[in-house]
Structures are given as C-alpha cells and as structure tokens.
C-alpha cells in the first residue's frame, strides 16, 4: 500500500488456504497436512502397522488444489489490479476434518490397518476459515476442484524419502 502511495505500483499480496497436489512436500516434519497424512499412511502400510494421526481428527481446514490456485494466480496478475490482498480458497462450505481428510486417503490408498486418533496430541486451532467472498465477488464461477476429486498428487514411494 505504501508503495502504490509513494510510486504509484500496484503490488498486493495473495493469501492461500492449504495447497496440496502435484509435487507437494511429503516430509512429516515440515510438509502440508495432506503429503504428511499421505507418508504416514505409507509408511503405516511398509510397516504394517496403525495409522496415528495427533488430536482428535476434529479441526477442519479449507484445501486448494495446487492446479486450481495456479489459475487463480494467473488471473491475478493479469487482472487483480486492486492493492489490497485477496484470499485465494474454496469456500467455508469446502472445509473438511482431518478426519475426513485422513479417511479419505485411506481409502484412496487402500490402507487396511487401523486408524487411531491420539487424544493425547493438541489439536490446533479448530477452524482456520478464510473467507473466499471477494474473490467470489470477481468470479463467482470458478469452479474449485472438489478434495475428494483433487488428481496427480505426485505421490509415488521415491518421493515419500
């Protein structure tokens, strides 16, 4: 803003929700939620052993596909001329649990073990909503990938190291 003021730029700041797909970070330690429940059901799966997820699966969070907010990228740098940030994220009605989130990679991934939710674990903040509604505003079309549908994680073993 202080920039615009003083030279005229027009710079803003574009503020994602959780971003999974293609060659996302798979590392437990320091990866998106999504890669990292991915690695340990991998993991969980080598070893045969249950899948542990930390808290109570309870805290929800709004997903972007990698794809999806790439486009939306695009778009603001070829159209946004606004100086204030805007928040590039599905919808709250998009959120979904950790629960959700692990059970559906489960599934995806054919995971056969037992799921355990350790209680003992904090959860995090319950909700981090952010609401998509000025960039509804521009595009009110744009259709979001839905999670379950999201393709191409670029998961394979190799990557899981």
């Not at 052993?49 to 939306?72: E, H, M, N």
């Not at 946004?80 to 009605?93: A, C, H, R």
């Not at 489960?106 to 799921?115: K, S, T």
Request: charged share 25%; aromatic share 14%.
């Amino acid at each position: 803003r202080g920039y615009f003021e003083q030279h005229g730029c027009r710079f803003t700041a574009v503020i994602p929700t959780n971003v999974f797909g293609p060659h996302d970070n798979f590392n437990i330690e320091d990866g998106h939620v999504l890669p990292g429940l991915i690695h340990k059901v991998y993991l969980a799966k080598q070893n045969g052993s249950a899948l542990t997820i930390w808290g109570t699966g309870k805290p929800r969070r709004q997903f972007i596909y990698s794809l999806d907010l790439a486009r939306l990228f695009l778009w603001v740098l070829r159209e946004y001329d606004e100086v204030e940030p805007i928040i590039l994220s599905v919808g709250e009605e998009d959120e979904v649990s950790i629960r959700e989130a692990a059970e559906t990679i489960v599934e995806a991934m054919d995971f056969r073990g037992e799921l355990v939710f350790d209680t003992t674990k904090a959860d995090g903040q319950f909700k981090k909503t952010a609401s998509n509604a000025k960039l509804r505003r521009y595009l009110p079309t744009f259709h979001f990938t839905p999670f379950k549908q999201g393709e191409g994680w670029g998961w394979a073993p190799g990557n899981m190291e």
